[in-house]
């Protein structure tokens, strides 16, 4: 699974990486090297324009959702934060994934994503889990493989309201490769940029065509670096979350 990432670039950075067209400088949201359930993340969506224009026109958008899927039928909001992931598997017929896998698809930029390895002290023999920050070589961006999905708030009477509306999202996870497999089973499945307009366009609503975007993660060697169990706690950030471990 991924539970736990890190986002640090800017949204001017984002807008040129992803070629976005509109972001609202009020979705700014500050670096962070320790992105947990829950918190208001930075995703690259398109939509349809508002204008109307030219049919089948789109606007790519960078726009700060809430990881953890709420299904637009739920009740309640609360079930979000056990819905981070979704299995690539079975992400185009589960029925909480299966209408934003046809029409609400989107890029998470990260720079790398966490996950434990459990080690056993060989002076206690307790085993402790050894946090891995698994990022690219490079350190280029990563464009994890997302789904958005509207929830309205039955409290708010007024759908004009921007309190009416939550947009949350989920990260699409595949089977481990390079230096992630060595720490987890699973890993956040990220795509090439020639994937991205495909992707992302949503009129492409093809579920086959679509999963065959999703048959491998990104190319690009991974290191998977281990480093101090601060990031454990989500009270913790900053940048010397990724200090090597000692």
């Known amino acids: 699974m991924c539970g736990r990432y890190a986002s640090t670039r800017s949204p001017q950075d984002l807008t040129q990486l992803f070629d976005v067209t509109e972001w609202r400088p009020e979705e700014t949201l500050a670096p962070s090297w320790n992105v947990a359930p829950t918190d208001p993340v930075y995703a690259v969506l398109e939509r349809p324009a508002r ?12 726009r700060a959702l809430r990881w953890g899927l709420v299904p637009s039928w739920a009740k309640d909001p609360k079930g979000g934060a056990r819905m ?15 209408k934003a896998f046809a029409k609400r698809r989107c890029l998470l930029p990260a720079d790398g994503f966490y996950e434990w390895d459990p080690v056993k002290d060989e002076a206690t023999g307790k085993v402790r889990k050894q946090p891995y920050f698994i990022h690219p070589a490079d350190d280029s ?14 409290d708010v009477a007024d759908p004009d309201d921007p309190g009416a509306w939550l947009m949350t ?9 390079d230096e992630a497999g060595r720490v987890h089973p699973r890993m956040p499945l ?3 940029p020639d994937h991205y307009d495909t ?5 492409h ?14 190319d690009g060697r991974l290191d998977a670096l281990a480093v101090s169990p601060a990031v454990n706690s989500v009270r913790n950030n900053g940048p010397h979350l990724l200090d090597p471990a000692t």
Do not use: F
């Open 190 to 192: 990220a795509l090439t």
């Open 141 to 154: 961006v990563m464009a994890l493989a997302g789904l958005y999905e509207y929830w309205r708030d039955p």
């Open 51 to 62: 204008d109307g224009g030219e049919k089948g026109e789109v606007r790519r958008e960078l």
């Open 199 to 203: 992707w992302l366009d949503p009129h």
């Open 84 to 98: 981070i992931n979704a299995r690539v598997e079975t992400v185009h017929e589960k029925p909480a994934y299966r």
């Open 205 to 218: 609503q093809d579920t086959h065509d679509l999963r065959a975007l999703l048959g491998s993660p990104a």
């Open 169 to 177: 999202c989920t990260i699409i996870t595949t089977e481990a490769t």
